[in-house]
Each structure stands twice: as structure tokens, then as C-alpha cells.
């Protein structure tokens, strides 16, 4: 059994989880959901991909969180599709962490989250589906602060790849019984490991968790290489679960970091499709840079009627509600149209030097030697 530990350090742990609710709410948590979240708590030290080798310093590379409610702002080089410098971006050839979301090439020995915005209840319980498709029960000990910790094997094994982290509770609000939800997505690799799971279709395929009360499966969140492939515009599709099975009538909502909203009900399988906003447009073209990260959020929302009892009380209603967190980068047609008017550019530039040498050489005139005999 894995274990997480809840970090309470009184009143500098009390201070700690108002800034990071500051650091991860806005725009998010616009919309107003009785929902928790998980979200990534604080700076941890950065660890090579190969085993044995030393830690570096904190704060190179590192996973941290924003300060503020402003998003974490990187330095970037100015040339349209250009990638940040230093540590800043989602990673620049397998670089340093947003400070919102995990590096997919940045695997860490110790991964720290925070659960927000409220205390879970006592009796909460935490599950990780390993990215093998096994689930392994997480020990969780509780505190106002809601931080914990989940060690991670550095190495090729049933973690390496894509797992989903679930913490559920339940508790009686307005005469029926709410299960919340809310799972987050790590991504375990490095290349120092190999690429045996490079687009293998078991380790890549997004799966529920059979046991959970209400889950949001998105497909096309990541590649064969695991990075993201999310893009502004792409059509989502998202499944809803509810214990392994489709969960038909399910309400979606999808909010964006920069407050765009939609809402819409899963069909009878459960599935729902909505078109992501392209929403990324700098004040300039020299500004636009294509690993510039957006945030959205998913909530799922399913009611079932029905009497039973709870802890000696009588019921006649469940609701399951279920949170979820990613990211996405600016749609590839943003950046693709630069490349091809280079690229016509480039050709017209050949083509015209081309047609004044063959101009040039038809008017040329062929030498010609006269000679006088007298």
C-alpha cells in the first residue's frame, strides 16, 4: 500500500494552503461547484531519469507553485513558435515545470499535492490507478491543510507512463448523500528509461477506475511519446463513468482559465463532445508563443434516485459530483500558417531567381569571331 502523509505545521501550513488556493483558483473555480480538486502543492527537488545518479539543487527545473493569482509568467523568445528559456514553460526539451502543471519528461521521486479548496472529511479515501491499469489503495491521514505526498519508483516499472491519483468522500448535504471526486493525472517517464511503452495502446489507453463513484475518462490527452496533445479548438471527447459503467444524463461542465464556460449532458453511452475555445491571441505576432499553456477544468455531475440508509439515516437521493484539471497549447494552425507563408515565400524567391537565369540565358547571344584576309 502506498502511503500519503498530510503535512500540519499550524500556522505556517494554515498561511501555505490560502496561497495556494490563490495560486490555482482563478479562472478555474470561476464557476461555483461543490467540488474538490487536486492540484500541485509546492517545490520538490529535481531528480535525474536515470537511477543513481544525484539530486540538484531546489529550484532548477523544479515543480512549484504560483504565488499569486496571476499565472506563472516565462521569458520567451520573441519568434512566433518559440519555446520559453530557462525553467519556465511546460518543459523546453524536457526542461523545468509551468509552476501550474508537471513536466512529462520531469519525473520526481516525491510527488506533492494539495486538496482544495475545503477539508475532506475524515473518512476519505484516496486511490491510484498505476498506468499498468492496476489500482493500489492509498493510506491518507488528515489535516486542516490537506497537503500529501505519494512516493514514486524511479524507474521502468507498473508506474511508468500515465496515473490517475482519486480521492473520494462522502457526506450528507440537503437530505442526500454526496460522493465527491476529484482525481489528477501524473505522468511517470523518463527517456533515461527507455521507450518499451512508446505507443503501446495498453500503457497509452485512458481507462476508468472500475471503483469509482464518478469518473471523467478524456481521450487524446497525451501522445505516443507521453506529452501533451491538447490543443485550443480540438473537439473533447469525454466519457463519464460512474462505478465502471457509462453514466448516461451525466451534466459536463468545462471552464477555461481565461472564463470561457460550456455545459452539456453525456448521451446514452455517456459521452459527451465539446469543442474546445482557441482563445490564445497576443497582442502581436512576435509575442505568440506555442508552448504557451491554458488551464481548464472539467466537472461531472450525476444524480440517482432511490431509497436507502446511511449511517442509521434515511435517504431518497445520491449525488456524484467529480472534478479534473489539465492543460492545453495554442491549436498548430496558429503557428502552421507562418511556416507555409515562409514557405511560399521561400519558393517565389527561387522561382523568380530562376526565371531571370533562364531569361538571362535565352538573350544571351552566341560569340561570334569574324575575321578579315586581306
Given at each position: 500500500?502506498?502511503?500519503?502523509?498530510?503535512?500540519?505545521?499550524?500556522?505556517?501550513?494554515?498561511?501555505?494552503?490560502?496561497?495556494?488556493?490563490?495560486?490555482?483558483?482563478?479562472?478555474?473555480?470561476?464557476?461555483?461547484?461543490?467540488?474538490?480538486?487536486?492540484?500541485?502543492?509546492?517545490?520538490?527537488?529535481?531528480?535525474?531519469?536515470?537511477?543513481?545518479?544525484?539530486?540538484?539543487?531546489?529550484?532548477?527545473?523544479?515543480?512549484?507553485?504560483?504565488?499569486?493569482?496571476?499565472?506563472?509568467?516565462?521569458?520567451?523568445?520573441?519568434?512566433?513558435?518559440?519555446?520559453?528559456?530557462?525553467?519556465?514553460?511546460?518543459?523546453?526539451?524536457?526542461?523545468?515545470?509551468?509552476?501550474?502543471?508537471?513536466?512529462?519528461?520531469?519525473?520526481?521521486?516525491?510527488?506533492?499535492?494539495?486538496?482544495?479548496?475545503?477539508?475532506?472529511?475524515?473518512?476519505?479515501?484516496?486511490?491510484?490507478?498505476?498506468?499498468?491499469?492496476?489500482?493500489?489503495?492509498?493510506?491518507?491521514?488528515?489535516?486542516?491543510?490537506?497537503?500529501?505526498?505519494?512516493?514514486?519508483?524511479?524507474?521502468?516499472?507498473?508506474?511508468?507512463?500515465?496515473?490517475?491519483?482519486?480521492?473520494?468522500?462522502?457526506?450528507?448535504?440537503?437530505?442526500?448523500?454526496?460522493?465527491?471526486?476529484?482525481k489528477w493525472l501524473t505522468i511517470h517517464h523518463s527517456c533515461g528509461w527507455g521507450h518499451d511503452y512508446?505507443?503501446?495502446?495498453?500503457?497509452?489507453?485512458?481507462?476508468?477506475?472500475?471503483?469509482?463513484?464518478?469518473?471523467?475518462?478524456?481521450?487524446?490527452l497525451w501522445d505516443g511519446n507521453f506529452h501533451n496533445a491538447l490543443h485550443s479548438g480540438d473537439e473533447?471527447?469525454?466519457?463519464?463513468?460512474?462505478?465502471?459503467?457509462?453514466?448516461?444524463?451525466?451534466?459536463?461542465?468545462?471552464?477555461?482559465?481565461?472564463?470561457?464556460?460550456?455545459?452539456?449532458?453525456?448521451?446514452?453511452?455517456?459521452?459527451?463532445?465539446?469543442?474546445?475555445?482557441?482563445?490564445?491571441?497576443?497582442?502581436?505576432?512576435?509575442?505568440?508563443?506555442?508552448?504557451?499553456?491554458?488551464?481548464?477544468?472539467?466537472?461531472?455531475?450525476?444524480?440517482?434516485?432511490?431509497?436507502?440508509?446511511?449511517?442509521?439515516?434515511?435517504?431518497?437521493?445520491?449525488?456524484?459530483?467529480?472534478?479534473?484539471?489539465?492543460?492545453?497549447?495554442?491549436?498548430?494552425?496558429?503557428?502552421?500558417?507562418?511556416?507555409?507563408?515562409?514557405?511560399?515565400?521561400?519558393?517565389?524567391?527561387?522561382?523568380?531567381?530562376?526565371?531571370?537565369?533562364?531569361?538571362?540565358?535565352?538573350?544571351?547571344?552566341?560569340?561570334?569571331?569574324?575575321?578579315?584576309?586581306?
Amino acid at each position: 500500500m502506498h502511503k500519503i502523509r498530510i503535512y500540519c505545521t499550524g500556522l505556517f501550513a494554515t498561511i501555505l494552503s490560502f496561497v495556494l488556493l490563490a495560486g490555482f483558483s482563478p479562472g478555474l473555480l470561476m464557476a461555483k461547484t461543490d467540488a474538490i480538486w487536486i492540484a500541485p502543492a509546492k517545490a520538490e527537488r529535481k531528480v535525474s531519469g536515470r537511477p543513481g545518479q544525484s539530486q540538484h539543487p531546489a529550484g532548477h527545473g523544479e515543480e512549484s507553485a504560483p504565488q499569486s493569482g496571476r499565472p506563472a509568467q516565462t521569458k520567451q523568445s520573441g519568434r512566433p513558435g518559440g519555446r520559453p528559456s530557462g525553467s519556465g514553460g511546460e518543459h523546453a526539451g524536457h526542461g523545468g515545470s509551468s509552476g501550474r502543471f508537471e513536466s512529462e519528461h520531469r519525473p520526481l521521486p516525491v510527488r506533492t499535492y494539495q486538496i482544495l479548496p475545503e477539508q475532506i472529511l475524515p473518512d476519505a479515501k484516496a486511490i491510484m490507478l498505476q498506468a499498468d491499469g492496476t489500482a493500489a489503495d492509498l493510506a491518507v491521514e488528515t489535516c486542516h491543510t490537506n497537503v500529501f505526498s505519494l512516493k514514486l519508483p524511479m524507474d521502468d516499472g507498473p508506474m511508468h507512463g500515465p496515473n490517475h491519483i482519486y480521492v473520494i468522500d462522502k457526506q450528507v448535504r440537503d437530505g442526500a448523500l454526496e460522493i465527491r471526486t476529484a482525481k489528477w493525472l501524473t505522468i511517470h517517464h523518463s527517456c533515461g528509461w527507455g521507450h518499451d511503452y512508446r505507443n503501446d495502446p495498453d500503457r497509452l489507453a485512458p481507462r476508468p477506475l472500475p471503483s469509482a463513484p464518478l469518473d471523467i475518462v478524456m481521450e487524446g490527452l497525451w501522445d505516443g511519446n507521453f506529452h501533451n496533445a491538447l490543443h485550443s479548438g480540438d473537439e473533447l471527447v469525454i466519457r463519464v463513468y460512474s462505478f465502471g459503467k457509462p453514466a448516461p444524463g451525466a451534466t459536463v461542465r468545462i471552464t477555461t482559465e481565461k472564463g470561457w464556460t460550456a455545459e452539456k449532458q453525456a448521451n446514452a453511452e455517456g459521452v459527451v463532445r465539446i469543442q474546445l475555445i482557441r482563445d490564445y491571441y497576443p497582442p502581436t505576432w512576435k509575442l505568440f508563443n506555442r508552448s504557451t499553456l491554458g488551464r481548464l477544468a472539467l466537472t461531472a455531475e450525476y444524480i440517482e434516485e432511490g431509497s436507502f440508509q446511511y449511517k442509521g439515516e434515511s435517504l431518497d437521493k445520491t449525488r456524484y459530483l467529480t472534478s479534473f484539471s489539465w492543460k492545453y497549447v495554442p491549436a498548430q494552425a496558429d503557428y502552421n500558417s507562418y511556416l507555409y507563408g515562409l514557405l511560399i515565400g521561400t519558393l517565389a524567391f527561387l522561382g523568380s531567381g530562376f526565371g531571370v537565369y533562364h531569361y538571362r540565358l535565352r538573350r544571351k547571344k552566341p560569340q561570334q569571331v569574324i575575321v578579315f584576309d586581306e
